[in-house]
């Protein structure tokens, strides 16, 4: 099959899959291959005001797709709704930038905080319940049910302001990366 013939959805999946691991790696306990199928399947809803932001920046990826395949904009499909893993990635490059560090690097730290680094595929395959875990985190991160602190979400604090639950998710990366660097 040529990179023609598969989706659209399936060319930019592996697109974004370059920017969280190696998508040559055979070997199911280093691919986190599946998770990213998972991340991209979940729809990304805010709740707090200027999170929409967050979808914003993980739509400018899909610009960033066309730009380098160098093909037509489909603009039907550039207007779907963000997945967690455009917004997870762009988020990732966010913090890369406040930080100078990589964007991969981040991610993982994102994954880390919300215990999913360790959903790689071969733990796919051996655990019935992957995909039912994934999405609950996920629902957990979406519907802010986690800690106050931000425990159970991205980022985290041991020593928070406010209520993390009710902090946009900038906010929340600010308050991380300075308390990091303490």
Known sequence: MTTDDRTLDARYLDWLYKYIGDSQTRNPTRSHFLL???????????????????????RIL????????AAGRDRDWLEQECSMLEMLVALS??????TNEEPID????????LGLREYNDEEYNQNDDFKLDVDI????????????DG????????????????????????????EADS
Do not use: H, S
């Open 106 to 113: 981040w991610f993982w730290v994102l994954m880390d905080n």
């Open 93 to 98: 490059r966010r913090c890369a930038f406040e």
């Open 36 to 58: 990213a199928v998972e991340l991209f399947q979940k729809e990304f809803v805010w709740f707090v005001p200027n999170d929409d932001n967050r979808v914003e920046d993980g």
């Open 151 to 178: 425990r159970g979400g991205l980022f985290p604090l041991r020593n928070p302001t406010r209520d993390q639950r009710e902090v946009e998710i900038w906010y929340q990366m600010a308050a991380y990366i300075l």
């Open 62 to 69: 899909r610009e960033e797709f066309f730009d380098e395949m």
């Open 137 to 148: 985190i996920l629902d957990r991160v979406i519907q802010r049910t986690y800690d106050a």
